[in-house]
């Protein structure tokens, strides 16, 4: 098998390949050529989390496993707090092909799925991005989202306000001007991203304007949770994974209060393949309940294998 290292994923696998990778995997989800499979996911104590998302994508053969999980301890320690290994297999044999660092892979293949929302399901001229969360994940999420629509200003509201200087920077970066704002000025955003890892919603119905797509991006466990149900009543829905999304994603808490009904939830694949129009009119909401799905890991881990391979990098081991 092939072992790529973490510090080697930066050099192999940029933002726009995860976006590309994770465009696929969607389509071919929406197309029944790949399934994910249960996630399990176990609270370890004091916030930490540890499970395994796992999937077979029969048209790009990849078979495999992310193990992993969120450590809110780490960032103390000097590390990120997502910790994760991806492990493919020979979907044919069983046989191990790769383990490949999942940390920047996790960070692309995330930001690459809110990206997608954003370019298939919000406003063509959307303005203004909303930020909710100022943690590891959502400077990517903030560069992703730069790329597929011509913002003009960030906002962003963080429960800790001393993390939104480096969010900040992001966006000054990407020449953005940048504004930090109470959450009912969110009201001004045409697209608003949220990702924290919230127990309870912080961003209520009645802080989003209609038109306004959402990408909820924090919310992948069991008792997490970014917005007020009442706001997936009022949006139309999209999920990476509709069986993720009403279980362990946002839309558990909507649904389990009688606001949401599963059936009404589109996958995200569907818009892809052309099969669901997506945005019906300027006015309506629309929301991507993004949980993460094991089938978006596979699919950037192989192409941080094939880029490996066609550069002679990482290193071989028979197991
Ligand atoms: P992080 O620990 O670096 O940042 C946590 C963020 O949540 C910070 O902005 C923090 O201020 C905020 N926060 C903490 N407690 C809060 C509370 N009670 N109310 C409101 N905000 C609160 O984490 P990260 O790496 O940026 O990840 C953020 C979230 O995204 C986590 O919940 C993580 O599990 C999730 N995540 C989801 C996916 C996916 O595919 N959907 C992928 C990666 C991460």
Redesign the pocket.
């Known amino acids: 098998m092939l072992i790529i290292p973490e510090s080697l994923i930066a050099d192999l696998v940029s933002s726009e390949d995860a976006f590309t990778a994770v465009e696929a995997t969607f389509a071919a989800m929406a197309r029944g050529e790949a399934y994910n499979f249960p996630v399990v996911r176990e609270a370890l104590g004091e916030g930490r989390q540890y499970g395994f998302k796992s999937g077979l994508d029969r048209s790009g053969g990849q078979l495999g496993v992310k193990a992993g999980g969120?450590f809110?301890g780490n960032?103390a320690k000097g590390i990120?707090?997502?910790q994760s290994t991806v492990f493919l297999f020979d979907p044919e044999t069983g046989r191990p092909t790769a383990m490949v660092g999942g940390g920047l892979l996790?960070a692309l293949r995330?930001a690459a799925?809110s990206a997608i929302s954003i370019d298939r399901l919000a406003r063509p001229d959307a303005n203004v991005l909303g930020m909710v969360?100022?943690?590891?994940?959502?400077g990517f999420q903030l560069r992703a989202a730069a790329r597929v629509r011509k913002f003009q200003k960030v906002i962003a509201w963080?429960?800790?306000p001393d993390?939104l200087p480096k969010l900040a920077a992001i966006a000054t970066e990407l020449g953005l001007p940048f504004e930090a704002v109470p959450l009912d000025r969110m009201v001004e955003a045409d697209v608003i991203i949220t990702?924290?890892?919230?127990?309870?919603a912080?961003l209520m119905s009645a802080h989003v304007a209609d038109g306004t797509h959402l990408a909820c991006?924090?919310t992948?466990?069991v008792g997490?949770q970014e917005v007020e149900p009442a706001l997936l009543g009022r949006a139309s829905v999209f999920a990476d994974e509709v069986a993720q999304s009403v279980s362990l994603g946002e839309a558990q808490h909507a649904v389990a209060g009688g606001l949401l009904d599963a059936t009404a939830i589109t996958p995200l694949g569907d818009v892809l393949v052309g099969r669901h129009p997506g945005r019906r009119s300027a006015a309506e909401i629309t929301l991507f309940d993004?949980?993460?799905v094991g089938l978006q890991d596979l699919a950037v881990a192989a192409m941080a294998v094939r880029r490996a391979e066609e550069r002679g990098l990482g290193s071989r081991v028979t197991v």
Not at 133 to 138: L, N, V
């Open positions: 969120y809110p960032a990120i707090n997502h996790t995330t799925a969360g100022a943690g590891h994940q959502a963080n429960l800790h993390m990702i924290t890892s919230s127990p309870a912080s991006m924090g992948d466990t997490k993004g949980t993460g």
